[in-house]
């Protein structure tokens, strides 16, 4: 049995797609946000046709739509996710930066720990943009694929015959004839898309199968978004990240984030916790990013575009599908269906993207379609757990999350902050952190042996010096 490690390097790989073989007739993908498209993107290579079901009308260009109503807070591309998007569409960088995006490197990220500047790991870099630009290239290159084509309509359930999925029962969109007669999309294969509020277990559970258990960590985050003008076409900075250590009482920002996006514009969110209100005002907006380190000042002293938005969300989760003993083939599950984490951590999208990896590697691997695809849902284990992992334990870190906590969690918390303390002013351990958290490597990473003594030397070398590393001013 491959150790988790070993399976996240091969869907991490940044070798191009081979040629591949087709096994599918017709693969139908409920949802035509950015884990389908991209499910859509694999399932191409595989399948004979592939349908995308989607109850709204896709815009053709960069715009917002109902179905992701948080696509004006800011969306993180990770390295692990520019990969897979490299591996899957070629060229697909070149074509965000001409639409406006900002390929960035790591010497112009800048990120702080409690106001004091982290060192660049001098490897990781950024796509930054706006979500529904994104989105929009995405979906167009996914739509460009001759045999994939988009039908708006609203999936309604599942058909099953004897142990496998054999089609969709499908509806009128919303807006549409509500009484509209129901037909069934036939289907060789069938990928759920449809989000943190996804149908897909009461449909198991109405046509005999097992629910997949639901686990959550309550964690109660609110975003405030705000645009501005950007006075350079080609910023010196393209991102930044400042985070602030849980205290027992919630600071008002505990996070802030910037990013340089299209349109000559900052892209600038603001999270916070605990129950406050939300930050709605401007002059609020502006004073709290006075509060953080220069750039973010800077950044509001230009032409405000647009209000300040607020999200809000309960919860993170994960439906655990791997755990089904009874489920049927033909059939997965992916993205936000299957597990959204915190979104102050950035996972979402390049979690889905290697997701679809998995999907990938599946379907390479001459898989028996006639049982469950277990297979698929172990490899998309290790990539939630990996994310879930991350996320989990930052958020456990705060006084005001009350578990569960996982087995030893004393020992790896005293761990963890040793290595992330270290990756404040060491590079070798910058690179071993941000590797896993810019989702590039398995979290197993950090606990080798040679990684935690080094952690240890640099704190006891810091704790051992005056001073130590400066808070910015201003």
């Known amino acids: 049995m491959e150790s988790p490690a070993r399976v996240f390097a091969q869907l991490s790989t940044d070798e191009p797609l081979a040629q591949a073989d087709v096994v599918l007739g017709r693969a139908v993908v409920l949802g035509g946000s950015m884990a389908g498209l991209l499910a859509a993107r694999v399932l191409s290579d595989h399948a004979e046709s592939v349908v995308i ?17 948080h696509d004006g807070q800011l969306h993180t591309l990770m390295h692990g996710g520019r990969v897979q998007l490299r591996r899957m569409f070629p060229g697909f960088e070149a074509d ?13 990220i800048r990120a702080y720990a409690d106001g004091v500047p982290k060192v660049s790991d001098g490897r990781m ?18 739509l460009a694929l001759p045999n ?55 449909w198991l559970e109405k046509g005999g199968w097992e629910r997949p258990a639901m686990r959550r960590m309550l964690i109660g985050i609110d ?27 919630p600071p008002r920002v505990a996070s802030g984030a910037i990013t340089s996006i299209e349109g000559d514009r900052w892209l600038i ?15 609020e907006f502006r004073e709290l990013c006075g509060e953080l380190p220069a750039v973010y000042r800077e950044a509001v002293t230009g032409e405000q575009l647009g209000e300040i938005s607020t999200y809000h969300q309960a919860d993170s989760r994960r439906r655990e599908f791997h755990l089904l003993r009874r489920l049927p083939a033909r059939l997965i599950s992916v993205g936000d269906a299957v597990a959204s984490f915190n979104p102050i951590y950035g996972q979402g999208m390049s979690s889905a993207a290697l997701q679809a990896s998995a999907l990938s590697r599946y379907l390479r ?10 297979d698929f849902f172990a ?43 270290a990756s404040i002013t060491d590079r070798e351990v910058a690179v071993r952190f941000n590797s896993v958290t810019y989702m590039r490597t398995h979290p197993s990473a950090l606990s080798a042996p040679s990684t935690l003594l080094r952690a240890l030397r640099v704190n006891l070398s810091k704790s051992g010096r005056s001073g130590g590393p400066q808070r910015e001013r201003g």
């Open 53 to 69: 079901i989607e109850r709204d009308d896709l815009p053709e260009g960069v715009a917002s739509r109902p179905g992701t109503p």
């Open 96 to 108: 965000a930066e001409a639409l406006g995006a900002v390929i960035s490197s790591p010497y112009n």
């Open 125 to 142: 870099g950024l796509l930054s943009c706006s979500r529904p630009l994104l989105e929009a290239l995405v979906r167009r290159r996914t």
């Open 148 to 202: 994939v084509k988009v039908l708006t309509c609203r999936a309604k359930g599942l058909e099953f015959r004897g142990d496998a999925v054999t089609g969709v029962r499908c509806g009128p969109a919303a807006g549409e004839d509500a009484g509209g007669q129901e037909w069934v999309e036939e289907a060789d294969f069938v990928v759920d898309a449809m989000g943190r509020a996804s149908k897909l277990g009461d």
């Open 223 to 249: 975003y405030a978004t705000g645009y501005f003008r950007r006075t350079q076409s080609d910023p010196e900075l393209a991102a930044a990240i400042a985070y602030r250590t849980p205290t027992a009482v």
């Open 269 to 283: 969110t603001l999270a916070n916790y605990g129950k406050q209100p939300p930050i709605r005002d401007v002059a």
């Open 365 to 374: 691997s001459a898989p028996d379609l006639r049982q469950p695809a277990r």
């Open 379 to 421: 490899a998309q284990r290790v990539v939630v757990d990996a994310a879930w992992q991350v996320s989990t334990a930052a958020d456990l870190a705060r006084p005001d999350v009350h578990g569960p906590y996982p087995r030893g969690y004393r020992v790896t918390k005293w761990f963890a902050e040793q290595i992330a303390n």
